[in-house]
């Protein structure tokens, strides 16, 4: 009876609250932030990736088995930028931001993924076919093209921001990368 009158009680605070949330009448148009929002996302989740694999050459842990995982994430969080990026399709890409800031926030993400990856290569000698098996290249050339396709030209913006970094790209066999960076 009492438990039955709670019940009610969630029932009908449910129903008012259906009520008084008015249905959305113009959907807002996703536009550069929603980019951003994307990269940020993506940031947020390398940084906790990242600083594991470096914690592991840290301590000379670092071998085949003990990164896989944590490549793993890191494909699995680019897939992830990947599908968001892909249903961004059709963005006002005229407001929100600019080429420029979406260069800005991608740039050291994929700075920071190549040192630290880069930091596995005397622990790990498989590690090109390591990272080329579990699809990384592919993966993260997939979330630079992403972008691109939304905001066409912000590759070279990316290009510019990471010419230091291409030795360590191209240590790491990222041929996909390189090339749709031009570097
Ligand atoms: C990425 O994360 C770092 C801290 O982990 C932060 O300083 C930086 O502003 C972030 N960049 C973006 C684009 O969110």
Same mark, same amino acid.
Not at 11 to 28: D, E, Y
Not at 84 to 97: F, K, R, V, W
């Given at each position: 009876?009492?438990?039955?009158?709670?019940?009610?009680?969630?029932?009908?605070?449910?129903?008012?609250?259906?009520?008084?949330?008015?249905?959305?009448?113009?959907?807002?148009?996703?536009?550069?932030?929603?980019?951003?929002?994307?990269?940020?996302?993506?940031?947020?989740?390398?940084?906790?990736?990242?600083?594991?694999?470096?914690?592991?050459?840290?301590?000379?842990?670092?071998?085949?088995?003990?990164?896989? =995982?944590?490549? *793993?994430? &890191?494909? $699995?969080? +680019? #897939?992830?930028? @990947?599908?968001?990026?892909?249903? !961004?399709? /059709?963005?006002?890409?005229?407001?929100?931001?600019?080429?420029?800031?979406?260069?800005?926030?991608?740039?050291?993400?994929?700075?920071?993924?190549?040192?630290?990856?880069?930091?596995?290569?005397?622990?790990? =000698?498989?590690? *090109?076919? &390591?990272? $080329?098996? +579990? #699809?990384?290249? @592919?993966?993260?050339?997939?979330? !630079?093209? /992403?972008?691109?396709?939304?905001?066409?030209?912000?590759?070279?913006?990316?290009?510019?921001?990471?010419?230091?970094?291409?030795?360590?790209?191209?240590?790491?066999?990222?041929?996909?990368?390189?090339?749709?960076?031009?570097?």
């Amino acid at each position: 009876m009492f438990t039955s009158r709670i019940l009610f009680s969630f029932l009908a605070i449910g129903a008012v609250s259906v009520a008084a949330s008015p249905a959305p009448i113009i959907a807002k148009r996703a536009d550069v932030s929603d980019i951003l929002t994307v990269v940020s996302t993506l940031n947020s989740t390398t940084a906790t990736i990242l600083p594991q694999i470096d914690a592991l050459v840290a301590s000379n842990s670092a071998n085949e088995d003990s990164i896989t =995982p944590l490549i *793993t994430d &890191l494909a $699995s969080a +680019l #897939g992830t930028a @990947t599908t968001s990026l892909a249903s !961004l399709q /059709g963005a006002d890409t005229s407001t929100g931001g600019s080429a420029d800031d979406v260069a800005a926030a991608i740039a050291p993400v994929v700075a920071g993924i190549a040192t630290s990856l880069s930091g596995l290569e005397t622990a790990v =000698p498989t590690l *090109t076919s &390591l990272l $080329s098996g +579990l #699809g990384l290249d @592919t993966s993260l050339n997939q979330v !630079l093209s /992403g972008l691109e396709t939304l905001l066409a030209g912000v590759l070279n913006l990316v290009a510019t921001l990471l010419v230091d970094v291409a030795g360590l790209l191209r240590s790491l066999a990222f041929g996909l990368t390189l090339a749709s960076l031009g570097l």
